[in-house]
């Protein structure tokens, strides 16, 4: 039991959570608090690969680049490697080096990070751009409406 506590604590500092968080009710978690905790609970069996499935979509932009920031600094600690699936392609962009692109169970494009999340071969790939949140209300906007009129059927 000494040793599992101890694991535990050594889990939420990782995740820059304090260890009395182990004693907390979910509900007495923020969001990104608990994306944390999720977070070490998937390193507790220190895996090779972790698979992060829309990890900061219902978090706020501060915040989502704070558990990703946190993502990474794992990674560069432990040499985990993420299999990250999204609907943001600038979250996306921030965490990968390759993407695949994937419209109604099919890839539709393939390649590094940077040039598919700047230069977009597929409508599909497009739509995804346009819709990724940003900070600034005006933009978001012009993506919005830009997304809508480029939107791809299905």
Known sequence: AREARGRVAG????VHLPSDAAGRLPREFSGGQRQRVA????LALRPRLVICDEPVSALDLTTQRTVLDLLLEIQ??????????????A???FMSHRVSVIHRGEIVETGDAATVTSAPRHAYTRTLLLASPVADVAEQRRRRAAAEAAAVPG
């Open 11 to 14: 889990l939420l500092e990782r």
């Open 39 to 42: 977070i070490a609970r998937a």
């Open 76 to 89: 560069e600690e432990t040499g985990v490697a993420y299999l990250f699936v999204s609907h943001d392609l």
């Open 91 to 93: 979250v996306v962009r």
